[in-house]
């Protein structure tokens, strides 16, 4: 930008001069915008013709926010002019217009630009409504945004589940290749297909690609122990006593009320009857006892009312009226889940393959301190040869983070430098993000292209994980093709940081596609960017969707608390009404799914008629409006009164 625009004393902000500088401005943007479309080249290309116009719209929108208009933007409304500030859909087009008014205002002719600019008001929105069609299905009547829910592994043989999903508004069910098998896919998606046969809905398929997740390696497990505690109330009094099931030795059968269960020998269990009692001598030598309180086919079911840690060498002895009759071993015990416990300033290996183990022996002595050194593995040992010294390692969604210390010969040694007092603990399997590191991974790995053959088969969307760079995007394009599964959708998920600063390059690659929107994976996204940058990113890659005509999925932890517990919290009710602004909101699974989906469905009806995308709606508010007789505006003959402030509308 060049020179401040300012009025001079006694000049207003109508002053010729001030409206000229500020048409010079513009022009120069203008001309910036339209060498920007030229660059598509080649690029243009490899868009499906359709999506042309959106392609220079965003060529444009890019434009135009490499400048800092802040202050162009103060000017122009203190002139009363339009800032530019909602113009994404339409950038050539508005700015185009803003010019006419000042021209004007200048006294200055302006010949009014062709229609082909390439969308205006009218037709930028339509393109991206097109466009969510295209990808979602139409939304409901009801409501604009629709709604996508992740099915639990359950889904595939519980119709009922999907049933009422379909039911309570679901338009789009998710299924996680990362879970489950091909087998439990195909069940999910009959599922899907015949409760919106019998709803008669349109429901949608998503099938996202695991991807090239890194995630921590197994872990030794901990000791083989089962602890039966019962429930007691702050007092100490008993509220529920512990429950067990024994069944014989090899059996998988199930014992009702039983959330354990112990094989014991068949011949001893055949002698069991309600009423007996079985004694036990725990793991650190107290004696308990359990009473048998049900029997079934399957087994039988004892109590007890203390804690008890029941190991492989516990015997169970039976006891009849005061007389020890026989004893058993038992069999079937659990490992505890192997699980590495660490604290600020401790060291961890990060190792290419092997077990993982907690601390064992001594570790550097930094400050008079021994830190003691733990070793864990990654699923993607590659990944460790791109580390360098001073990056940053974040473990299970940026609750344990560390640093890079030096490389070793098995891997990285890090320093943890983010826990909770007190440590934290790490099991196997969670997510690992390495926010610094450029990886040179390949977005669809051997098990993405062995899903794939089931996805293209199955599925109306393919979601596209960690994708990074348009030609992941062309990748995933090509494989579909020769699966002849070009049809099918494309959602482009944005989690890593590598992802969030090519999403440009992405969106033009995903214009070829029959259908294609981005998913704002907010959950790796933050720990990549950091928490305190998610606000804006998820900002830009809105902005950017929306100027490319491109739908959004608004997704991770939308309703969260609400889902697993059946109580929202108030942040999440704010972060659900910010989903309007996406042409789809996903909700995770949990035992109070059909609760969330309802809520959310009443709070997305709500906002659509106060916000579209930043634009606020300035719908009457009926709240405030004046009783009867009062001076003011009177409300409008067309709008309902209503009965009360805060009415439900």
């Known amino acids: 930008m060049d020179t401040p625009v300012t009025a001079r004393p006694g000049h207003g902000a109508w002053d010729a001069t001030v409206c000229d500088t500020l048409i010079r401005k513009l022009q120069s943007l203008r001309a910036a915008m339209v060498a920007a479309e030229a660059r598509l080249g080649d690029r243009a290309s490899d868009i499906d013709p359709g999506k042309l116009p959106s392609a220079r719209n965003l060529a444009h929108?890019?434009?135009?926010?490499?400048?800092?208009?802040?202050?162009?933007q103060e000017r122009l409304a203190w002139i009363g002019v339009s800032s530019l500030g909602r113009a994404e859909?339409?950038?050539?087009?508005?700015?185009?217009?803003?010019?006419?008014?000042?021209?004007?205002?200048?006294?200055?002719?302006?010949?009014?630009?062709?229609?082909?600019?390439?969308?205006?008001?009218?037709?930028?929105?339509?393109?991206?409504?097109?466009?969510?069609?295209?990808?979602?299905?139409?939304?409901p009547a009801e409501r604009a945004a629709r709604i996508m829910v992740t099915l639990p592994s359950e889904a595939a043989s519980d119709p009922a589940l999907i049933e009422a999903l379909v039911?309570?508004?679901?338009?789009?069910?998710?299924?996680?290749?990362?879970?489950?098998?091909?087998?439990?896919?195909?069940?999910?998606?009959?599922?899907?297909?015949?409760?919106?046969?019998?709803?008669?809905?349109?429901?949608?398929?998503?099938?996202?690609?695991?991807?090239?997740?890194?995630?921590?390696g197994p872990i030794e497990p901990g000791p083989i122990v089962l602890r039966l505690k019962p429930t007691r109330d702050a007092l100490g009094r008993l509220q529920q006593p512990a429950?067990?099931?024994?069944?014989?030795?090899?059996?998988?059968?199930?014992?009702?009320?039983?959330?354990?269960?112990?094989?014991?020998?068949?011949?001893?269990?055949?002698?069991?009857?309600v009423g007996d009692r079985i004694d036990l001598e725990?793991?650190?030598?107290?004696?308990?006892?359990?009473?048998v309180v049900d029997r079934h086919e399957s087994g039988v079911l004892v109590e007890g009312a203390r804690t008890a840690f029941i190991t492989p060498q516990t015997t169970l002895r039976l006891r009849r009226e005061g007389a020890t009759l026989r004893d058993t071993a038992i069999d079937g015990l659990p490992a505890t889940p192997g699980q590495l416990r660490l604290h600020r300033g401790d060291t961890l290996h990060l190792v290419r393959d092997g077990m993982g183990h907690g601390p064992g022996g001594p570790g550097r002595t930094e400050g008079g301190r021994t830190r003691r050194a733990a070793v864990l593995a990654c699923t993607l040992p590659q990944a460790l040869d791109a580390v360098r010294k001073g990056d940053r390692v974040w473990f299970d969604d940026g609750r344990i983070g560390a640093v890079a210390r030096r490389r070793t010969a098995q891997g990285v040694e890090l320093r943890i430098t983010v826990a909770r007092d007190g440590g934290e603990g790490l099991a196997a399997d969670?997510?690992?993000?390495?926010?610094?590191?450029?990886?040179?991974?390949?977005?669809l790995t051997d098990k993405d292209l062995e899903d794939l053959a089931v996805v293209a088969a199955q599925a109306d969307l393919v979601g596209l994980s960690f994708a990074q760079s348009g030609d992941d995007v062309r990748q995933l394009r090509h494989q579909l093709q020769t699966l002849g599964a070009a049809k099918t959708g494309v959602i482009l998920k944005i989690e890593t940081r590598?992802?969030?600063?090519?999403?440009?390059?992405?969106?033009?690659?995903?214009?070829?596609?029959?259908?294609?929107?981005?998913?704002?994976?907010?959950?790796?996204?933050?720990?990549?960017?950091?928490?305190?940058?998610?606000?804006?990113?998820?900002?830009?890659?809105?902005?950017?969707?929306?100027?490319?005509?491109?739908?959004v999925v608004w997704a991770t932890q939308v309703l969260e608390t609400l889902a697993k517990t059946g109580l929202p919290t108030r942040a999440e009710i704010t972060d659900a009404a910010m989903g309007e602004r996406a042409e789809c909101v996903m909700l995770n699974k949990g035992p109070h799914i059909l609760d969330a989906m309802?809520?959310?469905?009443?709070?997305?009806?709500?906002?659509?008629?106060?916000?579209?995308?930043?634009?606020?709606?300035?719908?009457?508010?009926?709240?405030?409006?004046?009783?009867?007789?009062?001076?003011?505006?009177?409300?409008?003959?067309?709008?309902?009164?209503?009965?009360?402030?805060?009415?439900?509308?």
């Open 282 to 291: 725990d793991a650190r030598g107290v004696k308990r006892k359990l009473g």
């Open 61 to 72: 929108y890019l434009a135009l926010r490499r400048v800092d208009l802040r202050e162009l």
């Open 243 to 273: 429950r067990l099931g024994l069944r014989a030795m090899g059996s998988t059968g199930l014992v009702p009320g039983a959330p354990h269960h112990l094989g014991v020998r068949a011949a001893w269990l055949a002698q069991l009857r």
């Open 498 to 551: 590598r992802g969030f600063e090519h999403l440009p390059e992405m969106l033009f690659a995903a214009m070829g596609a029959s259908a294609a929107g981005v998913m704002i994976a907010r959950g790796d996204l933050a720990v990549e960017c950091g928490y305190e940058r998610l606000a804006e990113v998820q900002e830009e890659i809105l902005w950017a969707c929306e100027a490319a005509h491109v739908p």
């Open 430 to 443: 969670k997510g690992i993000n390495l926010p610094d590191t450029a990886l040179d991974l390949p977005a």
């Open 89 to 139: 859909t339409h950038v050539l087009a508005n700015l185009d217009k803003v010019l006419g008014i000042l021209h004007v205002l200048a006294g200055r002719e302006w010949t009014p630009q062709t229609s082909d600019e390439p969308v205006g008001q009218k037709r930028g929105p339509a393109l991206l409504a097109r466009h969510a069609d295209a990808l979602f299905g139409a939304a």
């Open 167 to 216: 039911a309570n508004g679901m338009d789009i069910a998710r299924i996680n290749c990362a879970h489950d098998d091909a087998a439990a896919w195909l069940a999910m998606c009959r599922q899907v297909r015949r409760a919106a046969r019998q709803a008669r809905r349109s429901v949608r398929v998503l099938m996202d690609l695991a991807g090239p997740k890194l995630r921590t």
């Open 598 to 649: 309802r809520m959310l469905a009443d709070i997305l009806q709500r906002m659509q008629s106060h916000q579209s995308k930043k634009r606020p709606l300035l719908r009457a508010l009926a709240a405030w409006q004046p009783p009867a007789g009062d001076a003011g505006l009177d409300t409008p003959p067309t709008a309902p009164r209503a009965r009360r402030a805060g009415v439900r509308r």
